[in-house]
């Protein structure tokens, strides 16, 4: 038989050739930009959509999987004009080629983001975006610099912020155009200026560079290369608060911080007054506590001591230690209340002066102040109960020494008569009588033969 086909060297299936024309159209083409009209587009409930990409002369179909793109802030429909960027793709199953959609933006934006990933393939390159070029921001700032438009509600925003959060900053606001031809440049030289040393004003502690949300064009100034390099070089942290939380510019990888708006921005930056008076009130009342446990367990001991002591003299002593103790304890009281009331003091005037000045100093000093306090008062509490405790050893060793139980050990006996009286003189005795002598281990009986006589 004739081979009709003798070039064939076999048969592929419908699979198998889709597959190939499927690799070959993903090396070829690979992902590319495209722009056209929407047609017949449909949101599935699986979250993807899908539609048709159109121009006068042909039609490719595409698809949007779900969770490859932010929400689009034009609703997608039927003849809205779109660059999107995407994998050409085979969808097997069907045997028709598509686009796999991956970046989608409205038409004339194609070449701006073209040139926004070169930028920042250039200077990621180049070492600007690197993490551990970043610097902390200062903790208490007491002066920062806010570089934006003087009008409109970005500047309003942040100003409101700071002076709910913290009344005494500083605030010196850099104003310049955020939006047109030229704007990168002033924002650059705001950047330089503000972090030279000028009489007019002193050193600020970090800046922030601000705008309000926009599309890709309104926001391009913060994209250029002169207004990254001014960031990178600038001697004080920067914090980029530009356009929306979905909004990302240039500046906001070369910034030390990126803050998702510029109120966010003005969140950041400072602490909360209100959060540190509320840890302030927390710390007195962990004094105040440790305080009074350390005394009651003071007592407890000083009870327990006294119980176990049988001499009166000292039970007397041990009761003028407590009633000593109790007056200390009093005038601990007193005091301890008149530097609560004097740091209560301190703190209401310092919430009127952190109004017209530095909270940063303000708090440092007064936290220094309650912790020298607190030392004070852990030392003089401390040294009081230890003079205390030697005074009370000191006594309960003489009574060991001078007590009738350490005379007994050394060889000596007490004798009582039968009403228990203690003998002192022979002339309390007389013959026939009952007496009870008392030795170190014991108590024994004896009668007396004779009255003794009276020794020389």
Same mark, same amino acid.
């Given at each position: 038989?004739t081979?009709?086909?003798?070039?064939?060297a076999?048969?592929l299936?419908?699979a198998?050739?889709?597959?190939?024309?499927?690799?070959?159209?993903?090396?070829?083409?690979?992902?590319?930009?495209?722009?056209?009209?929407?047609?017949? #587009?449909?949101?599935l409930p699986s979250?993807?959509?899908?539609?048709t990409?159109?121009d006068?002369?042909?039609?490719?179909s595409?698809?949007?999987f779900?969770?490859?793109?932010?929400?689009?802030?034009?609703?997608l429909?039927d003849? $809205?004009?779109?660059? *999107?960027?995407?994998?050409?793709?085979?969808?097997?199953?069907?045997?028709?080629?598509?686009?796999?959609?991956q970046?989608?933006q409205t038409?004339?934006?194609?070449?701006?983001?073209?040139?926004?990933?070169?930028?920042?393939?250039?200077?990621?390159?180049?070492?600007?975006?690197?993490?551990?070029?970043?610097?902390?921001?200062?903790?208490?700032?007491?002066?920062?610099?806010?570089?934006t438009?003087?009008?409109?509600?970005?500047?309003?925003?942040?100003?409101?912020?700071l002076?709910?959060?913290?009344?005494?900053l500083?605030?010196?606001?850099n104003?310049?155009?955020?939006?047109g031809?030229?704007?990168?440049?002033?924002?650059?030289?705001?950047?330089? @200026?503000?972090n030279?040393?000028?009489? !007019?004003w002193?050193? $600020?502690?970090?800046l922030?560079? !601000?705008?309000?949300?926009?599309?890709?064009?309104?926001?391009? @100034?913060?994209?250029?290369?002169?207004?990254?390099?001014?960031?990178?070089?600038s001697?004080?942290?920067?914090?980029?608060?530009?356009?929306?939380?979905?909004?990302?510019?240039?500046?906001?990888?070369?910034a030390?911080?990126?803050?998702?708006?510029?109120?966010?921005?003005?969140?950041?930056?400072?602490?909360d007054?209100?959060?540190?008076?509320?840890r302030? /009130?927390?710390?007195?009342n962990?004094?105040?506590?440790?305080?009074?446990?350390?005394?009651?367990q003071?007592? /407890?001991?000083?009870?327990?001591?006294?119980?176990?002591?049988?001499?009166?003299e000292?039970?007397?002593?041990?009761?003028?230690?407590?009633? /000593?103790?109790?007056l200390?304890?009093?005038t601990?009281?007193?005091?301890?209340?008149?530097?609560?009331?004097?740091?209560?003091?301190?703190?209401?005037?310092?919430?009127?002066?952190?109004?017209?000045?530095?909270?940063?100093?303000?708090?440092?000093?007064?936290?220094q102040?309650l912790?020298?306090?607190?030392?004070? $008062?852990?030392?003089?509490?401390?040294?009081?109960?230890?003079s205390?405790?030697?005074?009370?050893?000191?006594?309960a060793?003489?009574?060991?020494?001078?007590?009738?139980?350490?005379?007994?050990?050394?060889? #000596?006996?007490?004798?009582?008569?039968?009403?228990?009286?203690?003998?002192?003189? *022979?002339?309390?005795?007389?013959?026939?009588?009952?007496?009870?002598?008392?030795?170190?281990d014991?108590e024994f #009986?004896?009668?007396?033969?004779?009255?003794?006589?009276?020794?020389?």
């Open positions: 038989m081979d009709l086909f003798p070039n064939v076999r048969v299936s419908v198998e050739l889709t597959r190939s024309i499927r690799g070959i159209l993903e090396t070829r083409f690979g992902a590319v930009w495209v722009q056209g009209e929407i047609s017949n #587009y449909k949101l979250g993807h959509q899908y539609f990409l159109k006068g002369r042909a039609a490719i595409c698809v949007i779900r969770n490859t793109l932010p929400p689009f802030p034009v609703p429909n003849g $809205l004009q779109v660059q *999107v960027y995407g994998q050409v793709t085979v969808f097997e199953a069907r045997g028709q080629y598509q686009l796999n959609v970046i989608l038409r004339g934006a194609g070449l701006l983001q073209a040139k926004f990933e070169a930028l920042k393939r250039k200077l990621e390159a180049e070492g600007l975006f690197a993490m551990e070029r970043k610097r902390a921001l200062p903790k208490f700032p007491r002066r920062i610099g806010v570089i438009s003087p009008s409109g509600a970005v500047i309003r925003d942040i100003l409101n912020v002076r709910r959060r913290a009344p005494g500083q605030v010196l606001i104003p310049v155009r955020v939006q031809v030229g704007a990168a440049f002033e924002i650059a030289s705001a950047v330089r @200026e503000l030279a040393p000028n009489e !007019a002193e050193a $600020l502690d970090l922030i560079v !601000a705008r309000g949300g926009g599309s890709i064009e309104d926001l391009w @100034e913060f994209n250029e290369e002169v207004l990254a390099r001014a960031i990178f070089h001697a004080l942290p920067v914090v980029s608060a530009v356009g929306h939380e979905v909004d990302f510019t240039i500046a906001d990888f070369v030390d911080l990126r803050a998702p708006t510029p109120s966010a921005a003005a969140e950041l930056i400072v602490p007054v209100r959060e540190l008076e509320r302030v /009130q927390e710390l007195r962990c004094v105040e506590k440790c305080t009074r446990t350390f005394l009651q003071a007592h /407890q001991r000083l009870t327990v001591l006294s119980e176990k002591t049988l001499a009166r000292l039970r007397q002593r041990l009761r003028d230690a407590q009633q /000593q103790l109790d200390a304890r009093d601990l009281g007193r005091q301890l209340e008149r530097s609560r009331f004097a740091a209560k003091t301190r703190l209401t005037n310092a919430r009127v002066v952190l109004k017209a000045c530095n909270p940063a100093r303000e708090v440092a000093a007064r936290a102040q912790l020298a306090s607190r030392r004070r $008062l852990a030392e003089c509490s401390k040294a009081r109960l230890t205390k405790r030697e005074s009370w050893q000191r006594m060793e003489l009574v060991r020494v001078l007590g009738p139980e350490a005379t007994l050990d050394r060889g #000596y006996s007490i004798t009582r008569d039968a009403a228990g009286q203690i003998i002192r003189s *022979v002339n309390a005795v007389a013959g026939r009588m009952k007496i009870r002598s008392r030795v170190r014991g #009986y004896s009668t007396v033969e004779d009255r003794p006589s009276l020794g020389i």
